[in-house]
């Protein structure tokens, strides 16, 4: 119950929602809406109760007039298994929605035209999420497999690359499909500002990952996972090589041969709290 409590306590509703409402109200569609809603709901729910379970750090749940989005406050850094449940947990809670669904319906208890529906708009929202953009579960999947063999910033860049294509290509399917559909030109429209402000954003969305990683809480890194880097390489080039779920000892090398070894830790150290922006690796070898 406390759990549960914290979580509503998160929720935010967005104030055009609540002019979808009252429109609804006025055009008789009200039925459609709160179903919608109900969906959207339990899904985004899904999400933030996975998260709670790993004890993650719940920003808030958002319920807009055509989705939701749970945010958390977590930067990339959490084991990439925690990540994928609570990631799919959300599509999952619509397996159980339609399977009560079902029960109703074959036990009579609801008609054949609100089962449809209902049915109907699980499928559209669960198949839409999964869709290979972000920030959709689709999208965010597909980060964390390339997170699996790409270093952060790679598999982000790549991961907005891959959207926007598939957005792309969903558009101009829309548009020869069904180009008078406005409601999904207003997802799209907001899909492509998402994608836009994530991909202006990479940076300092790497730099969190970042700090997250040195000041944060220190989650167990499952791989061991050494980098080769030169001693003409600088710091920052070194750090843009540093993956989610691994823990990095710095090997380098001069003329192919070992000179020395760093922890991740040490130049994390050097280009946070010592402000050695633009340090080589080598200056950090002969300072530690």
Same mark, same amino acid.
């Not at 109200?25 to 999400?47: N, W």
């Not at 598999?155 to 548009?175: D, E, K, N, Y």
């Given at each position: 119950?406390?759990?549960?409590?914290?979580l509503?306590?998160h929720?935010?509703?967005?104030?055009?929602?609540?002019?979808?409402?009252?429109?609804?109200?006025?055009?008789a569609?009200?039925?459609e809406?709160? @179903?919608?809603?109900?969906?959207?709901?339990?899904?985004?729910?899904?999400?933030?109760?996975?998260?709670? =379970? =790993?004890?993650?750090?719940?920003?808030?749940?958002?319920?807009l007039? +055509?989705?939701?989005v749970?945010?958390?406050?977590?930067?990339?850094n959490?084991?990439?298994?925690?990540?994928?449940?609570?990631?799919i947990?959300?599509?999952?809670q !619509?397996?159980?929605?339609? &399977?009560?669904?079902? &029960?109703?319906?074959?036990?009579?208890?609801?008609?054949?035209?609100?089962?449809?529906?209902?049915?109907?708009?699980n499928?559209?929202?669960?198949?839409?999420n999964?869709?290979?953009?972000?920030?959709?579960? &689709?999208?965010k999947?597909? @980060?964390?497999?390339?997170?699996?063999?790409k270093?952060?910033?790679?598999?982000?860049?790549?991961?907005?690359?891959?959207?926007?294509?598939?957005?792309?290509? +969903?558009?101009?399917?829309?548009?020869?499909?069904?180009?008078?559909?406005?409601n999904?030109?207003v997802?799209?429209?907001?899909?492509? +500002?998402?994608?836009?402000?994530e991909?202006?954003?990479r940076r300092?969305? =790497?730099?969190?990952?970042?700090?997250e990683?040195?000041?944060?809480?220190?989650?167990?890194?499952g791989?061991?996972?050494?980098?080769?880097?030169?001693e003409?390489?600088?710091?920052? !080039?070194?750090?843009? %090589?540093?993956?989610?779920?691994?823990k990095?000892?710095i090997?380098?090398?001069?003329? &192919?041969?070992e %000179?020395?070894?760093?922890?991740?830790?040490?130049?994390l150290?050097?280009?946070f709290?010592?402000?050695?922006?633009?340090?080589?690796?080598?200056?950090?070898?002969?300072?530690?």
């Amino acid at each position: 119950m406390t759990r549960a409590k914290y979580l509503l306590q998160h929720i935010h509703i967005h104030p055009l929602l609540w002019i979808v409402i009252a429109l609804s109200i006025a055009t008789a569609h009200f039925l459609e809406v709160c @179903f919608l809603l109900t969906i959207i709901f339990i899904h985004e729910m899904g999400h933030a109760a996975a998260a709670s =379970f =790993f004890s993650w750090r719940i920003k808030k749940i958002t319920l807009l007039p +055509f989705g939701g989005v749970a945010e958390m406050d977590e930067h990339g850094n959490r084991p990439l298994k925690e990540e994928a449940i609570v990631v799919i947990a959300g599509p999952l809670q !619509h397996i159980w929605m339609m &399977g009560m669904a079902y &029960g109703l319906y074959s036990l009579n208890l609801i008609p054949e035209t609100l089962f449809t529906l209902f049915i109907n708009y699980n499928l559209m929202i669960l198949v839409f999420n999964l869709f290979p953009v972000w920030p959709l579960d &689709g999208g965010k999947l597909i @980060f964390l497999l390339l997170s699996l063999q790409k270093s952060f910033p790679e598999a982000h860049r790549l991961t907005l690359i891959i959207s926007f294509f598939s957005l792309s290509v +969903f558009s101009l399917l829309i548009l020869l499909t069904a180009p008078a559909h406005l409601n999904v030109w207003v997802v799209i429209a907001f899909l492509y +500002f998402s994608l836009y402000h994530e991909w202006k954003q990479r940076r300092f969305i =790497f730099m969190r990952f970042l700090l997250e990683r040195y000041y944060g809480k220190k989650a167990d890194l499952g791989q061991l996972k050494p980098i080769q880097a030169n001693e003409q390489d600088l710091l920052i !080039h070194v750090l843009e %090589k540093f993956q989610r779920g691994c823990k990095h000892p710095i090997i380098i090398e001069s003329n &192919g041969k070992e %000179k020395g070894m760093l922890d991740e830790n040490e130049l994390l150290h050097a280009y946070f709290s010592e402000k050695r922006l633009t340090d080589k690796i080598s200056d950090l070898l002969f300072s530690y």
